[in-house]
């Protein structure tokens, strides 16, 4: 049965609507900013979970813990020291499994903002991931308050497989609700509705409904209905950015952007439009220096702390 409704004509994300809606206050220390968690990093894809925690880190998060495959932890933390790094069971092949949460129950209870889905490798795995991450919170009963939805707890963002693994536990999504920022590129939107994207617009749209979920997808955001104040839109589209965004890793970094802002203490819907003309923006000012393709991902999210400064003034 189909979920889509009408969202109306999208709101364009601009400068101005960005510095009517600024980010908070920077704080007086690291932890008032908020704490991110990165789960993914398969043994042959850590970089993806460094690209991700990167930007989270440049978008202003105070604190960042990046939970990898456990034959590459100790390669991230020397990669990127400004992390935490914690390494969690794989297979022989080197693919992150849903076992051994556990060893980051601390971390799971701290972070504001959990990122799940860099750089996992493995489909049927990912679910088994985030079923395990759903169980552990049904039975937790984590009765931190929640900004948004009636769970408590940190946002979840879901990017790359975890997005494929979130239909196959639509039916255990209850500790999540309210809590939900999904990532998805066009196929990975065609993945969680079950069949051909055909009006990105409205798509977007009615994945937010059906999961309950802000989603930000190549320019469009949305939240579900209901999902916001009488006055705010339900869905926000962004009109800048290049085809040079199409590079590998370029999903990690918004994902990440998107998560670190969202620590830092934003509404969902502002993470996910903040985050996603970020990056455009970046990849706009890559563009006017480099030529339109051949930036790379980890370059995106050098630019994000100006292109902040820039919109706070």
Excluded at 51 to 65: E, P, T, W, Y
């Amino acid at each position: 049965m189909s979920t889509r409704s009408d969202p109306g004509s999208p709101t364009l994300v601009t400068p101005s609507l960005l510095r009517e809606w600024p980010l908070p206050a920077p704080g007086e220390d690291k932890y008032s900013r908020g704490s991110v968690l990165v789960i993914g990093g398969a043994r042959a894809t850590p970089g993806a979970a460094l690209l991700a925690g990167a930007a989270a880190l440049r978008a202003g998060a105070g604190k960042l813990s990046l939970a990898v495959a456990e034959s590459v932890a100790v390669q991230v933390a020397v990669a990127l020291p400004e992390c935490g790094a914690m390494g969690l069971p794989e297979t022989a092949g080197g693919s992150v499994t849903g076992e051994g949460l556990d060893r980051i129950g601390s971390y799971l209870d701290r972070a504001d903002a959990v990122l799940v889905g860099p750089g996992l490798d493995d489909a049927d795995l990912a679910t088994e991931l985030l079923r395990g991450l759903l169980e552990r919170e049904a039975g937790s009963g984590d009765s931190r308050p929640g900004e948004e939805g009636a769970g408590g707890g940190p946002a979840v963002v879901l990017d790359a497989f975890a997005l494929g693994g979130l239909l196959k536990v639509a039916d255990q999504l209850e500790p999540w609700k309210g809590r939900l920022i999904l990532t998805p590129n066009p196929k990975e939107a065609a993945v969680l509705l079950e069949r051909d994207v055909d009006d990105l617009e409205a798509d977007v749209a009615e994945i937010a409904d059906k999961f309950q979920a802000v989603v930000s997808c190549q320019g469009f955001i949305a939240r579900p209905a209901g999902g916001g104040t009488e006055d705010e839109p339900r869905l926000w589209q962004i009109t800048t950015g290049y085809g040079g965004l199409g590079t590998s890793g370029s999903g990690d970094v918004l994902a990440g952007a998107i998560a670190g802002l969202r620590a830092r203490g934003t509404s969902h819907a502002q993470a996910a439009c903040w985050g996603t003309h970020l990056h455009a923006a970046a990849a706009d000012r890559l563009a006017s220096r480099m030529g339109p393709l051949g930036f790379l991902a980890r370059e995106l999210a050098d630019e994000l702390p100006a292109l902040m400064l820039e919109l706070d003034t």
